[in-house]
């Protein structure tokens, strides 16, 4: 089963270059908030988009989803949809 670390590392991975498909539907900057944990998800240049550990936007993300660990992990085995976690 992925970690909430391996998620976001694979992520990374899936936006870089041009971004992926990702970029090609949303382009702007979103801030995650798993537990005690941040992850920054830049998306608003297609040349340099990626993925951070911590919050890179000091909280001015123009996206900001949180969830507690539990939720992330049962949306990681798909037991739940994003806007079900709660």
Do not use: W
């Amino acid at each position: 089963m992925a970690t909430t670390a391996e998620v976001f590392a694979a992520m990374n991975e899936a936006v870089q270059g041009d971004g992926g498909k990702i970029h090609r539907k949303f382009k702007g900057s979103v801030l995650f908030k798993v537990g005690d944990e941040s992850y920054s998800l830049n998306l608003k240049s297609p040349s340099n988009c990626n993925v951070s550990k911590g919050d890179v936007f000091d909280g001015k993300a123009d996206l900001i989803v949180s969830c507690s660990e539990e939720v992330m992990g049962k949306m990681i085995r798909k037991e739940v949809q994003p806007q079900q976690g709660m």
